[in-house]
T-cell receptor
C-alpha cells in the first residue's frame, strides 16, 4: 500500500520544548513538503525539499527545522523559537519539484501546546 | 505575489442539488490549478486539476471551469451527496520553474439529507 504516513496523529508540546513530527513516504517521490494549517486559513508552506540532502525555506520557516537524510523521510522539528506552534501540520510529496501539481498529502499531525 | 481566495466560507446544499464553489486568483501568470477536498481531521485529497490552456475539465461528478479573463475558477459538483461534505480548497501554481502551490482558505460544503 503506497502512501504518506505521518506520526503521531496528536502531539503535545511543553513550553520551551522541541518536538519532531515524522513524515514517511513509500511513493519513491523526490520532492517533499511541510505545510501548516490554522483554522480558517489556507495551507502555508514551511519547508520543502527537492531531493535528498537539500531543502529550502518556505513562507513561514522561522521556528522550524527539517532534515532530508533519506528519500523516504522528511521530519519537521518545531523548536522552542516557534511561539505559536498550535496547528495542524501536513506533509506532502510529489514525484519531482517540477510536478508540484501532483502533491499527495499525509493524514496530518495536530500539535497542541500544554 | 500570488494570492488565492474563495468567495464563501460555507456553502449549504440539499442532497441531490448541484454545488458550485468559487475561487479567485491574483497572478495572471498562474498556469495550473487544483481543487482539493479535505475531510475533518484528514489531509487534503486531490479532486481535479486544470491547466491554463483549458476552459473546462470534467471528472466523475465534478467539473472545473477556468475564466482567465477575470482570474476565476469554479468547482461544480453534480448531484451532491452527504459524503461530499468537506472543506474544498483551490490551489494555484505559477510558471516560474519551481513555483510552489498557493492555497486558498477553503469553503466548507455542508450537504443536508
Amino acid at each position: 500500500d503506497g502512501g504518506i504516513t505521518q506520526s503521531p496523529k496528536y502531539l503535545f508540546r511543553k513550553e520551551g520544548q522541541n518536538v519532531t513530527l515524522s513524515c514517511e513516504q513509500n511513493l519513491n517521490h523526490d520532492a517533499m513538503y511541510w505545510y501548516r494549517q490554522d483554522p480558517g486559513q489556507g495551507l502555508r508552506l514551511i519547508y520543502y525539499s527537492q531531493i535528498v540532502n537539500d531543502f529550502q525555506k518556505g513562507d513561514i520557516a522561522e521556528g522550524y527545522s527539517v532534515s532530508r537524510e533519506k528519500k523516504e523521510s522528511f521530519p519537521l522539528t518545531v523548536t522552542s523559537a516557534q511561539k505559536n506552534p498550535t496547528a495542524f501540520y501536513l506533509c506532502a510529496s510529489s514525484p519531482e519539484i517540477a510536478d508540484q501539481e501532483t502533491q499527495y498529502f499525509g493524514p496530518g499531525t495536530r500539535l497542541l501546546v500544554l | 505575489g500570488e494570492s488565492v481566495g474563495l468567495h464563501l466560507p460555507t456553502l449549504s446544499v440539499q442532497e441531490g442539488d448541484n454545488s458550485i464553489i468559487n475561487c479567485a486568483y491574483s497572478n495572471s501568470a498562474s498556469d495550473y490549478f487544483i481543487w482539493y477536498k479535505q475531510e475533518s481531521g484528514k489531509g487534503p485529497q486531490f479532486i481535479i486539476d486544470i491547466r491554463s490552456n483549458m476552459d473546462k475539465r470534467q471528472g466523475q461528478r465534478v467539473t472545473v471551469l477556468l475564466n482567465k479573463t477575470v482570474k476565476h475558477l469554479s468547482l461544480q459538483i453534480a448531484a451532491t451527496q452527504p459524503g461530499d461534505s468537506a472543506v474544498y480548497f483551490c490551489a494555484a501554481i505559477g510558471d516560474s520553474g519551481y513555483s510552489t502551490l498557493t492555497f486558498g482558505k477553503g469553503t466548507m460544503l455542508l450537504v443536508s439529507p
